[in-house]
């Protein structure tokens, strides 16, 4: 059974930046590509960001240039640094282990962007 932890969300102003923290109780790891999605009440969860277990980088266009993912093997754990912050990045965040076609989930925490 994998479990996901995420921690570091926040309140942040506008322009103000955030690093959102996951650390995976599983000794696979390192052979498996990470992601971070968000969701907003209402809305369908949104994929952000993926890094894979050789280390290629993909983000959504609406977080490029804004925020990066990266990984930690020796320590089972993924960041999302996420700088810039605007008000449309309030969702609830999520990170995600791949395993084949299914995909295991943390409980999420809270970013919120407001002034």
């Known amino acids: 059974q994998v479990q996901l932890l995420e921690s570091g969300g926040g309140l942040v102003q506008p322009g103000g930046s955030l690093r959102l923290s996951c650390a995976a109780s599983?000794?696979?790891?390192?052979?498996?590509?990470m992601e971070w999605h968000r969701q907003a009440p209402g809305k369908e969860r949104e994929l952000v960001a993926v890094?894979?277990?050789?280390?290629?980088?993909n983000y959504a266009d609406s977080v490029k240039g804004r925020f990066t993912i990266s990984r930690d093997n020796a320590a089972d754990t993924v960041a999302l640094q996420m700088n810039s912050l605007k008000p449309e990045d309030t969702d609830v965040y999520y990170c995600?282990?791949?395993?084949?076609?299914?995909?295991?989930w943390g409980q999420g925490t809270q970013v919120t962007v407001s002034s």
């Open positions: 599983t000794s696979i790891f390192s052979s498996k590509s």
């Open positions: 995600s282990m791949v395993m084949g076609l299914r995909k295991y």
């Open positions: 890094i894979t277990s050789d280390g290629s980088r």
